[in-house]
Nanobody
Framework: QVQLVESGGGLVQAGGSLRLSCAPS????????MGWYRQAPGKQRDLVAS???????TYSDSVKGRFTISRDNAKDMVYLQMNSLKPEDTAVYYC???????????????WGQGTQVTVSS
């Protein structure tokens, strides 16, 4: 079973920056879209940003102009650069990816375990 491993969360003051990273735990065949979601306490999990295999990006309105999603296809990694962080950005951030594993012909969506981002005012 493939796992997505996230890193880079933590505690930061408002106005600060953090960079999240995510990659599969082992080699896989290929990856299509990758993305980041977040879930604050008592709220649903919402899309933050996504990126296709050829680099097309989508952002939620609440993070446009502050967050940047990118990927390194050679390393199967996806990143989320978060600048000008606000207290309302506090949430658990989840990575996801549509992965075709070795020996398989179809893509499945995998999720990371989540990484906490806390922005203090």
């Amino acid at each position: 079973q493939v796992q997505l491993v996230e890193s880079g969360g933590g505690l930061v003051q408002a106005g600060g920056s953090l960079r999240l990273s995510c990659a599969p735990s082992r080699s896989i065949f290929s990856i299509n879209a990758m993305g980041w979601y977040r879930q604050a306490p008592g709220k649903q999990r919402d899309l933050v940003a996504s990126i296709t295999s050829d680099g097309n990006t989508t952002y939620s309105d609440s993070v446009k102009g502050r967050f940047t999603i990118s990927r390194d296809n050679a390393k199967d990694m996806v990143y989320l650069q978060m600048n000008s962080l606000k207290p309302e950005d506090t949430a658990v951030y989840y990575c996801n990816a549509d992965i075709r594993d070795l020996g398989l012909r179809v893509f499945y969506r995998y999720w990371g375990q989540g990484t906490q981002v806390t922005v203090s005012s």
